[in-house]
């Protein structure tokens, strides 16, 4: 499985993808080009401000940095999605975007299943 590290600061689309690493103690089976994944993100990004949008109803003040684990399978389907981190005290925004990721569909990888990291920071504004 091979690792991405990719992020997106604030709703504003500014992005900036970081090196593809194998987690350790994995061989790097898939490969997926970042811009390939920031791609499928930017076409979703709308079900992430409705996440950040809800958490904004009942906090105005809402803030913080979320990042979302997920493993793109050799179809491209997500296979599997999780919060790896969240500083924001809402937990709901975090799990509705776990929830939406994981109805993601990326082009198909070549050579297997791809883990992604991709850190998202939220912002009123």
């Known amino acids: 499985m091979r690792r991405i590290t990719m992020s997106l600061l604030g709703l504003s689309l500014i992005t900036i993808a970081g090196a593809g690493q194998a987690r350790a103690g994995e061989a790097a089976a898939g490969t997926l080009e970042a811009s390939q994944i920031r791609e499928v993100v930017r076409g979703h990004i709308d079900e992430i401000r409705y996440c950040y949008n809800e958490g904004l109803a009942r906090d105005p ?8 684990d997920f493993t793109i399978g ?25 929830k939406v990721a994981a109805t993601w569909q990326f082009p198909q990888p070549e050579g297997g299943e791809v883990m992604v990291s991709y850190p998202f920071v939220l912002e009123p504004g």
């Open 74 to 98: 050799s179809d491209g389907a997500v296979v599997r999605s999780a919060v790896a981190s969240s500083d924001m005290a809402d937990a709901q925004v975090p799990e509705c975007m776990r």
């Open 61 to 68: 003040q809402a803030q913080g940095r979320i990042v979302l």
